[in-house]
């Protein structure tokens, strides 16, 4: 299932999107009440031409794993980690697709990271990873959008990863996925800039949901982010920025300077 939030005529809905979404006729049915356990629906439905996509989920937190690519760890200088390292992002960074992410004026350089995304689907503590599944509603496309010169001055990343618009999340949460190999592709512009494959992660999805799950109690709607590829770079206001994981979609967020 395609589990997806929408601002339609009639309000702000989580809705299943059904049908041909590259055909352009899908539709979005309207979920009763959020999409935790076996959803209801109300009945009512909408094209998904005439409504607008927002964020898929509104989550408690966002937790991030870094440098789980040994590539990206290559090119930001150093080796992947052995034990995943971790960091939060706050909801307040979240945005939905076609919502402009901002470059502050405070910073020199602002870089995309498309990634996968794990959404919780229950409460859970201590979670086993060969368990995981079954505290994982389904994944979505992030881009982990950083400060990278803010990053680098500080050493720790909360003020070079937490602005406002810095965690695009969308187009919607896929329930039906096997994460093990899929293709990450991030483009600039039209022109592709990252690409990789899920199956090259130092730390796969079972192992990520264990180790944070040690630390913190994840939620329903919790999100986890689990690292970029190599290919990071800067993007500038007036670009377009495309991360598309197979299986999912295309999450796409225009640039621009924060005013």
């Known amino acids: 299932m395609r589990l997806g ?28 009440e959020h999409p935790f356990g076996v959803p209801t629906f109300t009945g009512r439905s909408w094209p998904l031409s005439d409504v607008r996509l927002l964020a898929p989920i509104l989550a408690s937190k966002v937790v991030c ?23 939060i992002k706050p909801n307040t960074s979240i945005i939905g697709p076609r919502v402009a ?19 919780i ?10 368990d995981a599944a079954g505290a994982i509603l389904g994944y979505t496309v992030a881009n982990d959008v950083t400060a990278r010169d803010q990053q680098q001055a500080d050493g720790q990343w909360t003020r070079g ?11 919607w949460i896929e329930t039906e996925l096997d994460p093990a190999d899929l ?3 991030t483009e600039l512009d039209g022109k592709v800039v990252q690409r990789s494959r899920t199956s090259l ?16 109690t994840l939620l329903p709607g ?38």
């Not at 910073?107 to 959404?119: H, K, M, N, P």
């Not at 992660?201 to 913190?216: K, T």
Request: hydrophobic residues 40%.
């Open 65 to 87: 794993i870094g440098k789980n690519y040994a590539a990206h760890a290559a090119e930001m200088g150093g080796t992947a980690p052995e034990d995943p390292v971790i960091f």
């Open 121 to 130: 689907g229950r409460p859970c503590r201590d979670v086993a990873a060969r």
């Open 201 to 216: 992660m130092v730390h796969d999805i079972g192992a990520i949901v264990e180790w944070i799950s040690a630390v913190m």
């Open 5 to 32: 939030r929408i601002a339609s005529p009639d309000g702000v809905a989580f809705v299943s999107v059904e049908g041909d979404v590259e055909g352009g006729d899908a539709r979005c049915r309207e979920i009763a």
């Open 183 to 185: 293709e990450i592709r």
């Open 222 to 259: 919790d999100v986890i982010l689990t690292g970029t590829p190599e290919g990071i770079g800067p993007m500038v206001a007036g670009q377009e920025v495309s991360v598309s994981v197979e299986g999912i979609g295309t999450l796409t967020n225009p640039v621009a300077d924060r005013g």
């Open 101 to 119: 992410i901002a470059r502050p004026a405070s910073s020199q350089r602002v870089d995309y990271e498309g990634e996968l995304a794990i959404v």
């Open 161 to 171: 990863k937490g602005y406002d618009t810095f965690c695009p999340l969308g187009p």
